[in-house]
């Protein structure tokens, strides 16, 4: 909620909205009016300027009605901190996971809508919609479901949505706005000149973000009375270009700015460039280019000024954590309504090539930040967790379990500055650096298929960013990488024309390593497709390239790959010429468990061919390569293979003496 209608003591005033709101629930709509039961949601609009507390209403709203709704209350913001629309599949997909439903990477808006309703209908829940830009943005995600209920909060009608009453906030009533002054600027000079008050109540217009700032702005100088205050707020100039019902907010905000000193005003404009409106004192500190510490300070002046709001955090404490590591920066948020405000300064105060720089100072240190966080995702003693150990404290996190919270926390405003990056910077190397950071720390803490969604947006940004600038090897990684992750959702189609894409792209730059990852990925394709003679095909195209460049491991691998598809072909011949090319290539370069792999290959193709004496023959020269190279998983597999074949040529004491020796190998090498 932000500061703008809520204070340390609770929520202030709207008894008489939150009356009619709770009425509006049992209102009989126009879906019952035939005496049956609608079969959607019940939508509340609340409709207010920013900053008249609109969304603190619709959370007081929400804190009241939660035990009314078992299956729990789900928060969605569907507007950027810029005013621009969040898009509807980033919802859904955040709202599905919230649920705990399952999100499939990379599916459409309508799937993720669909998906999510489907998950709401059998719920009992409250859905609350802040900053809602119009119907479009909140029709898709209605549930179809009577028992749940949506809040909605716009700053005017839902056009499009029947039923739909708006609870539209003006400002609020005087002692009300008195109580909310007298919270953030102390009782004492409230009550000892309270027809003052009265008129800095009527000079904000009622509106509980103006009332906010104004008050703080007392808090901050303890030697001005309350007729100080409305003075210095009556000397602040009316913009013409303002709209009237922004005037108390602008005239509030300008107030407050211009009394702060000249280090405080810079960093606070600069925080309008942190991701998604979330700053901590590492965000501050770089963007400012000051002390971490002096960073935490201003923030916690800002909020009690009521220009931020501390963020509440949901993770745990981290036991035992040293002050100062990273794991424990707090974090604040921009109130939506002022974010514009502060932009506007930004940009009337700040060159362009200064914001540019603070920019790059911010990416900077949020890149060495994942750095320190992916590496306690690596196991102790690895390179990267010797590499961090030598960064200052501030950069270090004190557990595993610290910067994984750490990510959980930050993922909005990651993926937020991940959309920026290469939005206004165009792939450069920090951008570059940043987007592959975030990527390699998703997965160190996630694991690859947890992160797959944020995954595919992260390569979705790079492949719009790659195609806009005409910029071929960035947008062969990226279809590469969203082709492995359309591949695994099973969309094989599409995963064919990316690597297609990737292929033609790769070429034109000459990538070589894009390009053999490429006809590797079709290869496999085909392979799932059941299309043995084209996956045969790209295979061998990438083993010819592979071979070419001196890469023999990858050559002897996709020999072994080209086996294995030509015995799913039942073509035996050719199967066993590849495993055998693929013992060669194992041999020559030492590989004593490949060469193991690829004969006990070559013995199954044997075994299917209907040649078991040879395929015994083969498979125990492959036993003997297995101990050798101390793979006891490998050497159960192929004592269990010598089994099957002894009972087929009606050797039955032979065949369950080994297939004790490999079931005793299983149980000592467990998986």
Request: charged letters at 25%.
């Amino acid at each position: 909620m932000p500061p703008a209608a809520t204070a340390a003591g609770g929520f202030i005033g709207r008894r008489r909205e939150l009356k009619a709101l709770r009425a509006d629930i049992a209102r009989t709509g126009l879906d019952t009016l035939s005496g049956r039961r609608g079969a959607r949601s019940r939508v509340l609009l609340i409709a207010g300027r920013p900053g008249s507390g609109r969304s603190a209403l619709a959370a007081e709203l929400a804190r009241q009605l939660a035990d009314d709704y078992p299956d729990g209350v789900l928060r969605a913001t569907l507007s950027t901190p810029g005013g621009g629309p969040v898009p509807l599949d980033l919802v859904a997909r955040e709202l599905l996971t919230e649920l705990g439903a399952p999100v499939q990477p990379g599916a459409a808006e309508d799937e993720l809508t669909e998906a999510l309703r489907t998950a709401l209908a059998e719920r009992r829940a409250l859905l609350l919609l802040d900053d809602a830009a119009g119907a479009e943005q909140v029709e898709p995600l209605l549930p179809d479901a009577a028992d749940c209920l949506v809040v909605a909060v716009s700053e005017g009608p839902l056009t499009g949505i029947t039923d739909v009453r708006p609870c539209t906030l003006g400002g609020l009533d005087n002692a009300s706005a008195v109580e909310l002054l007298s919270r953030y600027a102390g009782p004492t000079r409230i009550t000892v000149d309270p027809r003052s008050a009265d008129a800095v109540a009527e000079e904000c217009g009622g509106r509980p973000a103006a009332l906010v700032l104004v008050g703080g702005w007392l808090a901050g100088h303890p030697k001005n009375s309350v007729a100080d205050l409305l003075q210095a707020l009556r000397d602040v100039p009316e913009q013409a270009d303002e709209p009237a019902g922004g005037r108390p907010l602008a005239r509030a905000f300008r107030l407050v700015y211009d009394t702060l000193p000249p280090v405080a005003a810079r960093t606070l404009r600069l925080l309008a460039l942190a991701p998604a409106g979330l700053a901590d004192a590492h965000i501050a500190s770089a963007l400012a280019g000051c002390s971490v510490a002096a960073a935490e300070s201003a923030l916690q002046d800002f909020a009690t000024r009521g220009l931020l709001r501390p963020v509440e955090s949901t993770e745990p404490h981290p036991p035992g954590a040293p002050a100062g590591s990273a794991g424990l920066q707090a974090q604040y948020r921009m109130p939506g309504c002022l974010t514009l405000l502060v932009r506007a300064v930004l940009h009337e105060k700040e060159r362009p090539a200064e914001i540019q720089l603070a920019r790059a100072r911010m990416l900077e240190r949020t890149v060495r930040l994942l750095q320190s966080c992916r590496a306690l995702g690596e196991p102790a003693g690895s390179p990267a967790r010797q590499k961090v150990a030598g960064l200052p404290r501030s950069l270090r996190f004190s557990s595993t379990a610290s910067a994984a919270a750490w990510l959980r926390s930050r993922r909005p405003a990651l993926l937020e500055a991940a959309r920026i990056a290469v939005e206004e910077g165009g792939l450069d190397t920090l951008d570059r650096r940043l987007m592959a950071a975030i990527v390699r720390t998703l997965i160190a803490h996630q694991g690859a298929e947890a992160a797959a969604p944020d995954l595919y947006g992260l390569h979705g940004l790079v492949l719009e960013v790659a195609e806009r600038r005409g910029l071929a090897r960035e947008r062969a990684a990226a279809l590469l990488n969203l082709g492995d992750l359309d591949a695994q959702a099973g969309r094989t189609a599409d995963a064919m024309a990316r690597y297609r894409g990737a292929l033609t792209a790769a070429r034109e730059v000459r990538d070589p390593i894009a390009t053999v990852r490429a006809l590797e990925s079709l290869g496999g394709t085909y392979t799932e497709l059941g299309d043995w003679q084209r996956a045969a095909d790209w295979y061998g195209r990438a083993l010819e390239l592979r071979l070419t460049r001196g890469e023999n491991a990858d050559g002897a691998r996709l020999h072994g790959r080209i086996g294995a598809v030509h015995t799913y072909a039942a073509r035996w011949g050719e199967a066993l010429k590849e495993w055998r090319a693929a013992y060669g290539a194992y041999r020559r370069l030492g590989d004593v468990a490949g060469q193991a792999r690829a004969l006990g290959e070559a013995a199954r193709v044997q075994e299917y061919a209907g040649r078991p004496e040879e395929s015994l023959r083969t498979c125990t020269a492959a036993l003997a390569l297995a101990a050798e190279a101390r793979d006891g998983r490998l050497e159960a597999a192929l004592q269990l293979r010598i089994a099957d074949t002894l009972d087929r040529l009606g050797d039955p004491a032979g065949a369950r003496l080994h297939r004790g020796i490999g079931e005793r190998l299983l149980s000592d090498h467990p998986q």
